[in-house]
């Protein structure tokens, strides 16, 4: 009888696109965490995939309030998935001057 050790996963990494300009003022519309994960529902992995799947969130991108701010978590996941989506999210925040913060949900991070 052999055991065998499994190495434990890696912590999911993630980063947080903030609904704050650089200068401080509040991204508009209000809603636009919800649009923006909205489209981005459709990326998810293959055994989360069914007949009602569009009317869920990603779990790659999925909309947070953090400290009253709408925010937007990204799981790094979706480069590997879907380089394009990834290219997209990013560039979104970029082109809006939304504040990106490296970080992850796990205490071990």
Not at 76 to 100: M, S, T
Request: hydrophobic share 40%.
């Amino acid at each position: 009888m052999t055991d065998t050790i499994q190495s434990p996963e890696p912590p999911a990494r993630e980063f947080f696109i903030q609904g704050v300009t650089s200068d401080g003022r509040q991204f508009r519309p209000s809603d636009w965490a919800e649009r923006l994960c909205g489209v981005m529902a459709c990326f998810r992995p293959e055994g989360l995939r069914g007949r009602n799947a569009h009317l869920q969130y990603s779990p790659y991108v999925r909309p947070v309030l953090l400290n009253g701010v709408r925010s937007v978590v990204v799981n790094e996941d979706l480069r590997q998935i879907e380089p394009l989506a990834y290219h997209f999210v990013v560039n979104f925040a970029k082109d809006n001057d939304l504040q990106i913060i490296q970080a992850c949900l796990l205490p071990s991070c």
